[in-house]
């Protein structure tokens, strides 16, 4: 594809459901970010894939956070029982160079609501 | 921990004039680098400009540029000719390199609205 995709687009939860989003990179970009973005405020990093190894998730809230790249392209984001605070849009970015200093290029984000 | 802030959470500017957006941030590190990113209703995230911390010409693109002043910490936004297009949030982020990876710290924004 041209760009990030991410799906669903929106998601409606109800508390206490598990929930999985999914990112599509760029094909060929090595770096992958997860961010969530609260209502009204920036980004905040969530963790960061160098192909399939998740080399930092020290930006995930809590234990309920899990991430994956099984195959170093597709990344899916799973939030487990789900809270009202996580009610947030989660960004997904990627970047070719595997320092990630490069250009990251950002989906249109999944917007997640729980209930 | 690094923490970014963007003091002007609205601003507004009359087409073809310019605005400066302002930033800054608080770090202990020597080699980091900077960016503005622009964020359309659409919500896609889009890359305006970077600046490496150890550059010290300001960066530029077009009708935008930024003025760098490392030692206060600041990291402003000028967009000149401001163009309807450039109605959007607008956020600073801060990257540092680690050995395990990359982490961004981003601003909250600054909504710029740009009046025909």
């Known amino acids: 594809g041209a760009g990030v995709s991410q799906s669903p687009r929106y998601k409606v939860a109800k508390r206490g459901q598990d929930v999985a989003l999914r990112c599509d990179p760029i094909?060929?970009?090595?770096?992958l970010f997860w961010y969530q973005q609260a209502l009204g405020q920036g980004p905040e990093f969530l963790t960061y894939?160098?192909?399939?190894?998740?080399?930092?998730k020290s930006g995930l809230p809590s234990d309920r956070f899990f991430a994956e790249r099984p195959e170093g392209s597709v990344s899916t984001l799973k939030i487990q029982r789900t809270q009202q605070e996580d009610s947030a849009v989660y960004l997904c970015?990627?970047?070719?160079?595997?320092?990630?200093?490069?250009?990251?290029?950002f989906g249109p984000g999944t917007r997640l609501t729980v209930l | 921990a690094q923490t970014v802030t963007q003091s002007q959470p609205e601003m507004s500017v009359q087409e073809a004039e310019t605005v400066t957006l302002s930033c800054t941030y608080d770090?202990?590190?020597?080699?980091?680098?900077l960016f503005w990113y622009k964020q359309p209703p659409s919500r896609q995230m889009i890359l305006v400009i970077r600046?490496?911390?150890?550059?010290?010409q300001n960066a530029t693109e077009n009708r935008f540029s930024v003025n760098f002043q490392k030692a206060a910490k600041s990291f402003s936004l000028k967009i000149s000719d401001s163009q309807l297009g450039d109605t959007a949030m607008y956020f600073c982020?801060?990257?540092?390199?680690?050995?395990?990876?990359?982490?961004?710290?981003f601003g909250t924004g600054t909504s710029l609205t740009v009046i025909p």
């Open positions: 970015a990627s970047s070719f160079p595997t320092s990630g200093t490069d250009t990251q290029y």
């Open positions: 094909s060929g970009h090595v770096s």
């Open positions: 894939f160098q192909n399939e190894a998740q080399l930092d």
């Open positions: 770090t202990s590190e020597n080699n980091y680098y």
């Open positions: 600046q490496e911390a150890y550059k010290q």
């Open positions: 982020a801060f990257m540092k390199q680690y050995s395990t990876g990359n982490q961004f710290y």
